[in-house]
């Protein structure tokens, strides 16, 4: 970024008429900057910035415009942008892994209430169970939060449908093993609140509520402080939105909460 204000205003002006005169080919050629690995750094993260903005808009009519744009797009030339920001959550750099991370979750908010991008969850899934390193698992459960955050944001659309939420759910609770890095317990636990807002189904069945409940129990007791506060985060909206599924668990939960207030 230029420090003189014309040159950014120059800059800006031709970033504008490049989306709105190809839509598609700008949204590639941001993906591909985003993706390449002999790109430096800050150019990446800009490049994945900018790729979110283009889908990303506070008004909801500005929103819902951009969403629609994406729509439009023909299906094989989108898949290879979106294949663009899989492979770009797998980067060996940090911060372009990170930026992948909210490029992509903006796009499957828009595809997966239709049952779109069903590569998003199973690469996902196999970012985090495979043989990947910690930073790419930790990405891609950001990713996987940063998607359950836009989905709660956005009012139109149809809902999340029970296939998909047992995909997140897979993917979240392997990430949250006690076993697992703090790091990715962490993640995973922060992905684990925002997906909460979709799980009814599963707080309704005995044995996925069982699994959900110990998994963020055993959470609770990580030496990690932000894996602990993460946890706890994730009990309190499960008591604000399903308080009546709680009650097998209450003994459990006050004698957790007691005695880390003791500590």
């Not at 439009?72 to 920001?85: C, N, W």
Request: hydrophobic share 40%; with cysteine; glycine share 4%.
């Amino acid at each position: 970024q230029s420090p003189d204000l014309a040159v950014r205003t120059q800059a800006e002006q031709a970033l504008a008429q490049a989306e709105q005169q190809d839509f598609l080919n700008f949204a590639g050629a941001l993906a591909t900057e985003l993706a390449g690995e002999d790109r430096p750094a800050a150019v990446r993260q800009l490049a994945g910035i900018h790729f979110k903005n283009l889908l990303y808009a506070k008004d909801e009519a500005v929103q819902t415009s951009k969403h629609d744009k994406w729509k439009t797009l023909d299906g094989e030339p989108r898949a290879a942008v979106k294949a663009l920001l899989l492979q770009a959550l797998r980067s060996g750099e940090q911060i372009a892994r990170h930026t992948a991370a909210q490029a992509a979750a903006e796009v499957a908010a828009i595809e997966l209430p239709y049952n779109q991008w069903p590569e998003f969850l199973s690469t996902l899934l196999a970012n985090v169970t495979g043989d990947t390193g910690d930073g790419v698992k930790i990405a891609t459960l950001e990713c996987l939060g940063f998607a359950c955050e836009r989905l709660g944001e956005i009012e139109a659309g149809p809902p999340i449908n029970n296939e998909t939420t047992d995909q997140m759910l897979t993917t979240i609770v392997d990430g949250i093993r006690a076993d697992r890095p703090d790091a990715i317990r962490c993640a995973a636990a922060n992905a684990l609140r925002n997906s909460l807002l979709f799980t009814r189904k599963n707080m309704e069945t005995p044995a996925e509520r069982n699994m959900i409940m110990q998994t963020i129990c055993e959470a609770t007791q990580s030496k990690d402080t932000k894996t602990r506060t993460a946890a706890y985060e994730c009990i309190v909206q499960i008591a604000f939105q399903y308080y009546n599924n709680l009650h097998d668990y209450m003994q459990t939960i006050f004698k957790l909460t007691f005695d880390t207030i003791r500590t």
